[in-house]
């Protein structure tokens, strides 16, 4: 079975710009879960998707937004970037509701200069 | 607020002898524990899970024991090998519908020679 895949994998912008990040998660995964990766932070969860409904989010301004289609896959957008946007961000699919173990793509490197 | 804590940043371990990797938490609402595995510029990789209701799970050469009244958890792996050395990440789920991951700083593994 194939993993989770996200495209870009790198990813360059300018402040003020916006990005859309794309992940598609494992076949049957119906969850989807945002985490942003920064060196002081750790690992933060960003938002989460189940069947196209948002159920959970972190603590991100409204620039962070997301959505989930009917086929599971899952994008975010940054808009407005700021230098601390700068980050690894990483999607991770899940069966469902029921199971606690969430399974990562290789994230997308995001510099914002 | 750190609700999940990893207090050593890095460990040194030899090749063949037991690397054991601690955790704490606060919220006694977490319902799920997981470890995690990540080496740079690669999402974490799902190691081991533990149910908040058992007090050791095992798989292979790990084994996760938790400790509910003093909100510990550790990872023991057994025996160490050098393509163990990583980061490893403890992550706890809380209950109900929230089922965001919510990460530990990490703790680097150096298994030498």
């Known amino acids: 079975k194939a993993g989770v895949t996200q495209t870009p994998r790198y990813l360059i912008k300018t402040r003020g710009q916006q990005v859309t990040l794309s992940c598609s998660p494992i076949?049957?995964?119906?969850?989807v879960s945002w985490y942003q990766q920064t060196p002081g932070q750790g690992l933060q969860f960003l938002f989460e998707?189940?069947?196209?409904?948002?159920?959970n989010k972190g603590n991100f301004p409204g620039r962070f937004s997301g959505r989930q289609f009917s086929n599971s896959r899952s994008e975010m957008n940054v808009s407005t970037l700021e230098l601390g946007d700068s980050a690894l961000y990483l999607c991770a699919s899940s069966p469902g509701l029921a199971r606690a173990e969430q399974f990562f793509g290789p994230g997308t490197r995001l510099t914002v200069l | 607020d750190q609700q999940v804590k990893q207090n050593s940043p890095s460990l040194s371990v030899q090749e063949g002898r037991i690397s054991i990797l601690n955790c704490d938490y606060t919220?006694?609402?977490?319902?799920?524990f997981l470890w995690y595995k990540k080496y740079p510029a690669e999402g974490p990789t799902f190691l081991i899970s533990?149910?908040?209701?058992?007090d050791k799970n095992e798989d292979g050469r790990f084994t996760v024991f938790l400790n509910k009244s003093a909100k510990h958890l550790s990872l023991h792996i057994v025996p160490s090998q050098p393509g163990d050395s990583a980061v490893y990440f403890c992550?706890?789920?809380?209950?109900?519908?929230?089922?965001?991951?919510?990460f530990g700083t990490g703790t680097r593994l150096q298994v030498t020679l």
């Open positions: 533990i149910s908040s209701i058992k």
């Open positions: 992550a706890a789920r809380g209950t109900g519908t929230a089922s965001k991951l919510t």
């Open positions: 998707y189940f069947s196209e409904t948002q159920r």
């Open positions: 076949s049957g995964h119906r969850s």
């Open positions: 919220n006694s609402m977490f319902d799920y």
